[in-house]
């Protein structure tokens, strides 16, 4: 399924009034506000439904060069569980790669359970990967929204149920998710506070992989400095740490 064929999808199933996700559609300017906590509950819906244990959402960073996972939400919000820890790091590279390309959901076992890799190998247009997160098994069903953004929906757990017939309406929620959070716009930036361009340019390095030495040493800054920005930025933004505020700033449209 092309990713023009599960939009399409993911509109229909928008506007189906048994559809939990609310009452507005993908091509509709008018549609009801949606907050980070409505999203953390939808994506729990859809966990719930394929009997996943634990969910994340993620954004793609901007640089093709340090490819990495943002999360922004996962299912121990407002905390960052440790799942989406590993997801987000260097292990992640490969995914985001994929992502950017394709649609094609991706799964991986390695907790152990035999019938996770029987279960999943089973599922037509989707290939196993390297796990994510070591001990786990789970699926990341890629996502695309305007503005050219795409991110990550990803569900873990031993005893996923996703039968063939199911894949797809699951991976048109996943979209219809990513793109009502991507949508979590105007409202926000209306209530924040002026961010100086040397503030989002730590922002957009931290969201490119790098750390505080490193964003100190490539605008030439100390390091004390370096991290007093990305703090003002991350207080700005009402985050409650570095990485809710690099998924806050690209939700936003200020880094890109």
Request: aromatic share 8%; with cysteine.
């Amino acid at each position: 399924m092309k990713h023009a064929d599960i939009k399409e999808a993911a509109e229909a199933l928008f506007n189906d009034q048994r559809n939990p996700f609310g009452a507005f559609s993908l091509g509709s300017e008018t549609h009801h506000a949606v907050t980070i906590p409505d999203a953390v509950r939808r994506c729990r819906w859809i966990a719930v439904d394929i009997n996943a244990s634990a969910f994340g959402l993620f954004f793609v960073s901007p640089s093709p060069e340090r490819a990495r996972l943002v999360p922004c939400l996962d299912s121990d919000y407002p905390g960052i569980a440790v799942a989406t820890k590993f997801i987000s790091g260097a292990n992640g590279e490969e995914i985001v790669r994929h992502t950017r390309n394709s649609t094609e959901p991706r799964w991986w076992t390695d907790d152990g359970v035999a019938a996770m890799a029987e279960a999943f190998g089973n599922l037509a247009w989707t290939e196993q990967m390297a796990p994510l997160a070591p001990g786990t098994s789970g699926i990341a069903f890629p996502v695309h929204a305007d503005r050219g953004q795409c991110g990550l929906v990803v569900f873990l757990g031993s005893e996923i149920a996703l039968p063939q017939d199911a894949l797809y309406e699951i991976h048109a929620r996943c979209f219809s998710l990513f793109a009502a959070v991507a949508r979590i716009r105007p409202s926000e930036a209306g209530r924040m506070r002026a961010i100086s361009k040397r503030e989002l340019e730590c922002l957009k390095l931290t969201a490119n992989g790098n750390t505080s030495e490193e964003i100190a040493r490539l605008l030439k800054l100390s390091v004390h400095t370096a991290n007093q920005y990305l703090t003002q930025s991350t207080q700005k933004l009402n985050a409650v740490n570095r990485n809710q505020a690099v998924a806050k700033a690209l939700r936003l449209g200020l880094i890109e």
